[in-house]
Nanobody
């Protein structure tokens, strides 16, 4: 069983920055791609960013490209999401997840999820 624990959410003004962290349990973290998703009230969960296991290739939703950066530290079993130039529409609960293979942008291709961390951006 893998546990993912997110942290770093909070309230920030538009234009500000936050860095989310997600720590994974176990010894297999480095073998898996990881992703970040978000879900706003009344909306479906949507893909934000993903990073591969070895090469560290990154993928982003168009809505966050150029503003968000995903990274990982395999020595710390941690994946990060640096969020800059935040907008009110970025307000959501942010989840990290472990990829089980397949397209990074589909939530169904992830097998373990964290509990989420709230990000609120005020205008």
């Amino acid at each position: 069983q893998v546990q993912l624990v997110e942290s770093g959410g909070g309230l920030v003004q538009a234009g500000g920055s936050l860095r989310l962290s997600c720590v994974a349990s176990g010894r297999t973290f480095m073998r898996y791609a990881m992703g970040w998703f978000r879900q706003a009230p009344g909306k479906e969960r949507e893909f934000v960013a993903a990073i591969t296991s070895t090469s560290g290739s990154t993928y982003y939703a168009d809505s966050v490209k150029g503003r968000f950066t995903i990274s990982r530290d395999n020595t710390k079993n941690t994946v990060y999401l640096q969020m800059n130039s935040l907008k009110p529409e970025d307000t959501a609960v942010y989840y990290c997840a472990r990829s089980s293979g397949g397209s990074f942008s589909y939530a169904r291709t992830y097998d373990y999820w964290g509990q989420g961390t709230q990000v609120t951006v005020s205008s």
